[in-house]
């Protein structure tokens, strides 16, 4: 089993930006692919970033390239999502996701092990 706890979400303001981890216990997290996803208020969960966990490549859904970054710390456990520039649109409940897979698919079913969420609201 793999526990997923997120932190650093908030309240910022366009342009602003915040830095969200989520630590990971049970297994390395190094030795998974892991994910962040975000679900607006009336909209499905969808994918923002993964990471593998051999060979730490990456994915962004085309709506935050440029302005997030998704990495891993191995020596806290930890997988992080930097979010520069940010946007009203970007406001939702991020959550982190773990798979035992080799790939990072960008899609929820590919990933058993979610976290509780954390909010992030930007205002205009």
């Known amino acids: 089993q793999v526990q997923l706890v997120e932190s650093g979400g908030g309240l910022v303001q366009a342009g602003g930006s915040l830095s969200l981890s989520c630590e990971a216990s049970?297994?390395?997290?190094?030795?998974?692919?892991m994910g962040w996803f975000r679900q607006a208020p009336g909209k499905e969960r969808d994918s923002v970033a993964t990471i593998t966990g051999f060979g730490g490549m990456t994915y962004y859904a085309d709506s935050v390239k440029g302005r997030f970054t998704i990495s891993r710390d191995n020596a806290k456990n930890t997988v992080n999502l930097q979010m520069n520039s940010l946007k009203p649109e970007d406001t939702a409940v991020y959550y982190c996701?773990?798979?035992?897979?080799?790939?990072?698919?960008?899609?929820?079913?590919?990933?058993?092990?979610w976290g509780q969420g954390t909010s992030v609201t930007v205002s205009s």
């Open positions: 996701a773990a798979s035992l897979s080799r790939f990072a698919f960008p899609i929820k079913t590919h990933f058993s092990f």
């Open positions: 049970g297994r390395a997290v190094s030795d998974l692919a």
